[in-house]
């Protein structure tokens, strides 16, 4: 019975390690034949409350939109433009 509980928790543990995995990624599908990238902000600074401001902060790095986004249980500020 505890190799069993074992391989649960590993399992357990490797599906979370995959979803935290998957929000970092930079390119998302957007749709058909639309690519979003997405970069962490390198001049935004705290924790992300408003979009509006980590917006105005992507565009002085050449992004034209940016975007709140939790990342381990913290707001970022996330840039993204077309890819």
């Known amino acids: 019975m505890a190799v069993s509980s074992g391989r649960a928790a590993a ?7 995959l979803l935290l995995t998957t929000e970092l990624g ?7 034949g639309e690519r979003t ?10 924790e992300c409350t408003s979009t509006t401001n980590c917006a105005s902060v992507c565009k002085t790095e050449g992004f034209p939109d940016g975007k709140c986004k939790s990342h381990y249980f913290v707001r970022k500020c996330f840039c993204i433009k077309d890819c």
Do not use: D, I
Not at 11 to 17: E, G, I
Not at 26 to 32: M, Q, R
Not at 37 to 46: L, M, V, Y
């Open 26 to 32: 930079t390119t998302t599908v957007a749709g058909a």
């Open 37 to 46: 990238c997405k970069s962490q902000s390198h001049n935004f600074k705290g």
């Open 11 to 17: 399992s357990a543990a490797l599906l979370l390690l």
